[in-house]
């Protein structure tokens, strides 16, 4: 099974940024501790603190992960502050090919 690999757009303004992030770091602090779940990170644009991008990784299906990530109740103060806090989101689902890290050779995705 391929990596689902998940990219994540937030765009947030100056007044509510900084709440943003902590609550978006809170949420990963949750997430972190699911069992599909593989790797993430957040980062912010350097022309622009109002861009937060989250790459996501999980050894799942995307049927299974909108079925059973996206269901679960830690989820939804999350979905609330977006509304509350007037953050777009704009999500893309990719499937992982080929990764590398900085302690080992290429690892190819199973197909």
């Known amino acids: 099974m391929k990596k689902l690999v998940l990219s994540i757009k937030f765009t947030t303004n100056d007044e509510n940024r900084d709440a943003f992030k902590e609550i978006l770091t809170d949420l990963f602090d949750v997430i972190s501790e699911e ?9 912010e644009a350097v022309e622009d603190p109002n861009i937060l991008m989250v790459y996501e990784t999980w050894n799942i299906t995307v049927a299974k992960f909108m079925a059973q990530q996206m269901t679960r109740v830690y989820r939804l103060p999350f ?33």
Do not use: C, N, T, Y
């Not at 069992?35 to 980062?43: D, K, Q, R, Y």
């Open 35 to 43: 069992e599909s779940f593989e790797s993430a990170s957040i980062v």
């Open 79 to 111: 979905e609330k502050a977006l509304i509350d806090l007037k953050v777009d989101r704009e999500p893309g689902v990719f499937q992982a090919l080929k990764e590398w890290h900085a302690d080992q050779q290429m690892q190819s995705v199973v197909a």
